[in-house]
């Protein structure tokens, strides 16, 4: 069974270079972003846009694709939501704790 991952900062500089690379390697997975601008943006380049907390739940993987800064109350928030056996990623693993 194929895990389904949440790019969450999808539209950000980082998750704009990653989800091509999702897409182009077949992986199944949504697109995250916060605001409505950024939403409209993955929508317009042809990507599946759902809201992260809608993501977190259902998918088996979840990389954030964000700001250090923005890591430590983000994944304090995300990590309760996760289902269980699901795995997340940072890029900077150890910005959750820089805070």
Do not use: H, W
């Not at 998750?15 to 605001?35: S, Y």
């Amino acid at each position: 069974m194929e895990k389904k991952i949440a790019l969450v900062g999808a539209g950000g500089k980082m998750g704009q270079r990653i989800a091509p690379n999702l897409k182009k390697f077949g992986f199944d997975f949504v697109c995250c972003e916060r605001t409505q601008e950024g939403f409209d943006k993955l929508v317009s380049q042809g990507y599946t846009a759902m809201l992260t907390e809608e993501a977190v739940s259902i998918c088996d993987i979840i990389v954030c694709a964000l700001p250090d800064a923005a890591l430590p109350v983000l994944s304090e928030k995300l990590v309760p939501m996760l289902k269980p056996g699901a795995i997340f990623i940072t890029l900077d693993p150890a910005a959750a704790r820089a805070g």
